[in-house]
């Protein structure tokens, strides 16, 4: 008995069009998979370069590295921090004086406010500076003498985070109201 010609037909076609419906499949996966490694790799490890200058005051890039890489990542991300809430009141502040010039009878409103965030801004400005000087003396040390300059920066890495960290506390309440005001210069 010959066998059927239609029936032979119909099972090549099939066979090729699960293979096609295979292929598709594995590359769909693939697809999703390359997708989400690439999502994984931008969300968790890829990092921001390094920011080496202060908008707020002069440092040289050099000194801002070796806080970075020698000294500590956590006083490096408190410095930029505090770097970035300093230019955020020097904004602010602008603002309020527009806001001074725009509505003059109502000076008394705004220079509470500007007394306030001044006073705010020039103790953070300075505890920023301080830090930064010590930060400098250490880096010269280390470049002098390694060993005394690894005693320094053992010995005062964490009185510096500390010290940044407690000033950006301390004006935490104005900190937070400028960020939540949407009209702010944040």
């Known amino acids: 008995m010959a066998p059927n010609l239609h029936h032979r037909d119909s099972l090549i076609r099939n066979a090729n069009g699960g293979t096609v419906g295979i292929v598709i499949a594995l590359v769909l996966v693939l697809a999703l998979a390359s997708g989400g490694g690439y999502f994984a790799y931008n969300k968790y490890y890829k990092k921001d370069p390094l920011r080496t200058k202060l908008s707020s005051m002069k440092m040289k890039e050099e000194l801002i590295r070796f806080t970075h890489d020698r000294v500590s990542t956590a006083l490096y991300s408190n410095m930029v921090l505090l770097d970035d809430i300093v230019v955020m009141m020097d904004r602010e502040l602008d603002r309020l004086k527009r806001i001074g010039k725009k509505f003059p009878n109502q000076n ?16 953070l400005a300075k505890v920023l500076a301080d830090v930064t000087t010590k930060i400098e003396k250490m880096y010269v040390t280390w470049l002098v003498d390694r060993s005394k300059g690894a005693g320094q920066i053992l010995s005062q890495k964490g009185t510096l985070t500390r010290q940044l960290a407690d000033a950006i506390r301390g004006e935490a309440v104005l900190i937070g109201r400028i960020r939540t005001n949407p009209d702010a210069a944040s």
């Open 108 to 123: 008394g409103i705004i220079a509470s406010q500007t007394k306030e965030l001044k006073v705010a801004r020039d103790r």
